[in-house]
C-alpha cells in the first residue's frame, strides 16, 4: 500500500461530504462524513440513498484515478459517478 499522504476533499459549497485518502490505491480508504451527506440530500431533494452512492462512486473515480497515475480531476470524477448512476456502467475514463 501506498503512504497516504495528503486527503483529496469533496466540498460542494456546505460542508466536506466524503474523502479519498491520497496514496491508499489499489486498497482506497474513503471517509464518508452521513451528516453532511444527509443535509446535502435534504437541501437538494435526493433521496439519502442516492447521494451516498453518487458520492461513494465520485471518490472511487479519484482512487481510479489515483491509481492510474492520473491527475485528480473533479469534472472527471463526476462523470464517472453520473455514468454509473445513469447506466450501472463502470465509464472506464483511464482507456
Ligand atoms: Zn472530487
Known amino acids: 500500500m501506498g503512504k497516504a499522504k495528503t486527503a483529496y476533499i469533496k466540498n460542494e459549497g456546505n460542508g466536506t461530504l466524503a474523502k479519498y485518502v491520497y496514496g491508499t490505491a489499489p486498497y482506497p480508504v474513503f471517509v464518508i462524513n ?8 435534504d437541501k437538494y431533494g435526493v433521496e439519502i440513498e442516492t447521494a451516498i452512492e453518487t458520492t461513494l462512486t465520485h471518490e472511487l473515480g479519484h482512487a481510479i484515478q489515483d491509481w492510474m497515475g492520473l491527475d485528480l480531476d473533479e469534472r472527471e470524477a463526476e462523470e464517472f459517478a453520473r455514468h454509473w448512476y445513469d447506466f450501472r456502467q463502470i465509464w472506464n475514463f483511464w482507456e
Do not use: V
Not at 452521513?34 to 440530500?41: P, Y
Open 34 to 41: 452521513l451528516q453532511e451527506i444527509k443535509k446535502s440530500s
